[in-house]
């Protein structure tokens, strides 16, 4: 996680939700992460092909020149990323691991806005993990950002994180869902166990490695 935004939302969350594998959607307070509040958004999900924002903050919404609430998540990205996306959905909701995901917003001038995302699950009770937490933010702001707007996304890199240092799905072995990994976040507080030779995995098109520099 390279931003500070990332970072303080990733934090609240993981304080929030304590021992359980995500906090209730009624534990988020804005007032708590109002210095955020521009750069995140949650998302609503009717499983892994229908995301939709259902939430998005001013500074998010400025760079793609739109509000966002109720538009499709997935839309804008090429069928390669978007499949890894959906991979990526389903482990959030189902198996409640958290994403870190590397973006690139294209305009129509063909410049590029780098940006850093993050995904944590978010549970409703009676209705399962079934919102997500998340925010978007620029690694730069170049003097066009909210003037030329984004109209497609592409992944530059990926990351999932076991915030318990293993899927929630392995106290419950007929879940076992094979495309997900598991590995740890690097930089987080908690033992690394080492890995068996060859524990890459394949998220859509895309390879996701455990530790190294991101």
């Not at 304080?15 to 359980?20: D, K, S, V, Y």
């Not at 750069?39 to 939430?55: A, K, S």
């Not at 917003?105 to 944590?120: A, F, P, S, W, Y």
């Not at 909210?146 to 994180?161: A, D, M, N, T, Y």
Request: charged share 25%; proline share 8%.
């Amino acid at each position: 996680m390279k931003h500070g935004v990332t970072q303080t939302l990733y934090s609240y969350w993981d304080n929030l939700r304590g021992a359980r594998p995500a906090p209730n959607r009624s534990e988020v307070d804005p007032g708590e992460i109002r210095g955020l509040l521009g750069d995140t958004f949650i998302l609503e999900t009717n499983g892994p092909r229908d995301v939709r924002y259902r939430l998005a903050g001013t500074r998010l919404c400025s760079a793609h020149c739109r509000e966002l609430k109720g538009r499709n998540f997935l839309r804008g990205w090429n069928d390669k990323d978007r499949e890894a996306l959906e991979s990526l959905i389903a482990a959030i909701t189902e198996d409640a691991a958290a994403a870190v995901i590397g973006i690139n917003g294209h305009t129509e001038r063909d410049q590029i806005l780098q940006m850093e995302m993050l995904l944590v699950p978010l549970n409703v009770p009676g209705e399962g993990r079934i919102r997500i937490l998340g925010s978007c933010t620029p690694m730069e702001k170049p003097y066009w950002i909210g003037l030329h707007p984004i109209l497609k996304q592409s992944i530059s890199s990926l990351r999932l994180v076991w915030p318990d240092e293993r899927p929630y799905f392995v106290d419950a072995p007929a879940a076992l869902n094979p495309i997900v990994p598991r590995f740890t976040a690097e930089g987080m507080s908690m033992p690394t166990p080492p890995l068996p030779k060859g524990a890459e995995k394949k998220v859509g098109h895309l390879t996701v490695y455990s530790g190294g520099k991101s």
